[in-house]
């Protein structure tokens, strides 16, 4: 039987694989279903100090290849999640709290209610793209840097960051070296692509609403840059901080292709979204079938192997 279970930052999940947040995590009944799918770990959605509705509909819309969404957090607030995660124990399996904010207060905040509610990770999410007005804190180093230190004096809890992608190796240097400062228990590469737009031809027109049709790309269409900044904090950082592949993962081998630039486990999205938690199941089984027919005996063994050209 093949090993597929992974550890991040001394947290052992039975499987490397996750929803990642956003995905099919915002209410009670999705976070259960989570709990009694295949999935390795519960990812709460993005939790900011109150309940949102979020942005306008429609703000998700599958397309050829992937999806964009500007779905703009919506979710049940600090004081709800708080309450919730410690039911969600009763699986056994890890819960995974993903905090946000609309103000670095919010953040400091969200990390004392959650230091009480006591998950076993926090993703700290410097990457959402889709709060109008709103930049996305992890392009600006110096912000980030100043968060996490304020979040490492609230946190006894380890927390990760949820990235967004980055395009230039100088950044990935830049990012590397504030969490590093900071010492992040784990970073998850990449949210969604931001600000992107989805043209309509026939309508002449966008296909979301909010912020005048920009929003993430998800999905296969962004794989390339998934794997791509993956491989770049693999390359700095080797073992020693642990990253958690998303983008662009629809398969079995998909999930090998993340582990194999240096993820210790993956999450899904948008193929989450379209196929449901049973998809947790196929790509448990798909994932299996291709580390059989390669020869590892588990998932850890291929962590990191790819192999770069003479
Ligand atoms: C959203 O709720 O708009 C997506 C969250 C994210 O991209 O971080």
């Given at each position: 039987m093949i090993d597929l279970s992974t550890v991040i930052a001394g947290v052992s999940f039975p499987v490397g694989l996750m929803n990642a947040s956003g995905a099919l995590c915002v209410t009670q009944d999705e976070l259960e279903?989570?709990?009694?799918?295949?999935?390795?770990?519960?990812?709460?959605?993005?939790?900011?100090?109150?309940?949102?509705?979020?942005?306008?509909?429609?703000?998700?819309?599958?397309?050829?290849?992937?999806?964009?969404?500007?779905?703009?957090?919506?979710?049940?607030?600090?004081?709800?999640?708080?309450?919730?995660?410690?039911?969600?124990?009763?699986?056994?399996k890890p819960v995974i709290a993903s905090l946000a904010g609309l103000h670095p207060d919010d953040f400091l905040e969200g990390a004392k209610a959650l230091h009480v509610a006591g998950p076993d990770l926090v993703e700290v999410n410097l990457s959402c793209p889709n709060i109008p007005g709103k930049p996305q804190i992890g392009y600006d180093f110096e912000e980030t840097e100043h968060l996490l230190r304020a979040l490492r004096d609230i946190f006894s809890i380890p927390f990760g960051v949820k990235l967004p992608p980055y395009f230039d190796p100088i950044h990935h240097q830049k990012i590397a070296d504030v969490l590093e400062r900071i010492g992040v228990a784990f970073v998850t590469v990449i949210n969604s692509v931001g600000n992107t737009l989805v043209v309509d031809p026939e309508k002449e027109q966008v296909v979301i609403k909010p912020k005048g049709g920009f929003g993430g790309l998800g999905g296969r269409i962004i794989k390339p840059v998934a794997l791509a900044n993956v491989r770049a904090f693999w390359k700095i950082w080797g073992d020693q901080i642990p990253i958690i592949g998303t983008g662009g993962v629809e398969n079995g081998i998909d999930i090998f292709e993340h582990v194999l630039c240096g993820a210790s486990a993956v999450q899904v999205g948008t193929i989450l979204v379209e196929e449901g938690v049973g998809v947790f199941t196929r790509l448990a089984r798909e994932l299996t079938e291709c580390l059989e027919r390669k020869g590892y005996p588990s998932l850890m063994a291929c962590r990191g192997k790819l192999q770069e050209m003479e």
């Open positions: 279903a989570l709990g009694k799918a295949d999935a390795g770990a519960i990812v709460t959605k993005s939790m900011t100090p109150l309940a949102r509705e979020g942005n306008p509909h429609p703000r998700y819309v599958a397309i050829d290849g992937g999806s964009i969404n500007s779905m703009g957090l919506p979710n049940l607030g600090y004081p709800a999640y708080a309450k919730l995660i410690p039911e969600l124990k009763c699986f056994r």
